[in-house]
């Protein structure tokens, strides 16, 4: 190769690289929700329940539910220590079996670490299902909740950050690879070819007291054995 062939090669794979390099800088840390304690209020008996959207039955594993925004639905509980904690209250529709679907979405780095508790029509506490239990799939954490005969009397879901994962970060690897063709012109020709450059990118994702979520609930039929 000619030294005006191999100064083209090297300036054309510096100005590749130097382009896969770059990247400017992103979250550092988890969102905290901002409550006004002037806000809260001492019984959850106040706080309206949205309800929790069902899927059309024949079309069940294609539905799509617009996210919610925990932001936009918090309010304001105080707890029995006095502390203020962020929540959204949805209520519980239709019968039983069901299964109730969550997904808590990853946007710009920041997902919500949501804990989800299961209330009776008296607000009081069935169970809680933690953040610990969703599943990192992709681009979001999806969980479900199942319901059965036996449970009946959960009316209320509690949304609210999980002490125990906000705060911490989750971090995923991937490979991004790139094949750029080339022309270049040389004394006595041009130079035609391609590079391949590759980076592997490290994402982070803060768990944090806010974030997008869907949740949508449809009847849950186990399947039957065959008996004959």
């Given at each position: 190769?000619?030294?005006?062939?191999?100064?083209?090669?090297i300036a054309l794979i510096g100005?590749?690289?130097?382009?896969?390099?770059?990247?400017?800088?992103?979250?550092?840390?988890?969102?905290?929700?901002?409550?006004?304690?002037?806000?809260?209020?001492?019984?959850?008996?106040?706080?309206?329940?949205?309800?929790?959207?069902?899927?059309?039955?024949?079309?069940?594993?294609?539905?799509?539910?617009?996210?919610?925004?925990?932001?936009?639905?918090?309010?304001?509980?105080?707890?029995?220590?006095?502390?203020?904690?962020?929540?959204?209250?949805?209520?519980?529709?239709?019968?039983?079996?069901?299964?109730?679907?969550?997904?808590?979405?990853?946007?710009?780095?920041?997902?919500?670490?949501?804990?989800?508790?299961?209330?009776?029509?008296?607000?009081?506490?069935?169970?809680?299902?933690?953040?610990?239990?969703?599943?990192?799939?992709?681009?979001?954490?999806?969980?479900?909740?199942?319901?059965?005969?036996?449970?009946?009397?959960?009316?209320?879901?509690?949304?609210?950050?999980?002490?125990?994962?906000?705060?911490?970060?989750?971090?995923?690897?991937?490979?991004?690879?790139?094949?750029?063709p080339y022309v270049i012109p040389?004394?006595?020709?041009?130079?035609?070819?391609?590079?391949?450059?590759?980076?592997?990118?490290?994402l982070k994702t803060w768990l944090?007291?806010?974030?997008?979520?869907?949740?949508?609930?449809?009847?849950?039929?186990?399947?039957?054995?065959?008996?004959?």
């Amino acid at each position: 190769m000619s030294a005006t062939r191999r100064a083209a090669w090297i300036a054309l794979i510096g100005s590749l690289l130097g382009a896969c390099a770059g990247g400017g800088a992103g979250i550092t840390e988890a969102r905290r929700l901002q409550i006004d304690p002037a806000s809260c209020v001492g019984d959850i008996a106040q706080v309206k329940a949205v309800p929790i959207p069902r899927a059309v039955p024949e079309k069940t594993k294609k539905a799509e539910i617009a996210p919610f925004e925990f932001e936009d639905l918090a309010h304001c509980l105080l707890a029995a220590d006095g502390k203020p904690v962020p929540m959204a209250l949805f209520e519980t529709q239709g019968p039983v079996p069901a299964e109730i679907k969550i997904v808590l979405m990853v946007n710009s780095s920041i997902a919500f670490a949501a804990a989800v508790d299961l209330l009776d029509s008296q607000y009081q506490h069935v169970r809680t299902m933690p953040f610990a239990d969703f599943v990192r799939r992709g681009s979001s954490y999806t969980g479900s909740l199942f319901l059965n005969e036996r449970e009946q009397n959960v009316r209320y879901l509690v949304f609210r950050p999980d002490a125990d994962s906000v705060g911490l970060t989750h971090t995923t690897t991937s490979g991004i690879g790139n094949r750029t063709p080339y022309v270049i012109p040389i004394p006595g020709g041009i130079m035609y070819g391609s590079v391949s450059t590759g980076v592997e990118q490290v994402l982070k994702t803060w768990l944090s007291e806010v974030g997008s979520f869907s949740i949508i609930a449809s009847e849950y039929r186990p399947e039957q054995l065959d008996e004959n």
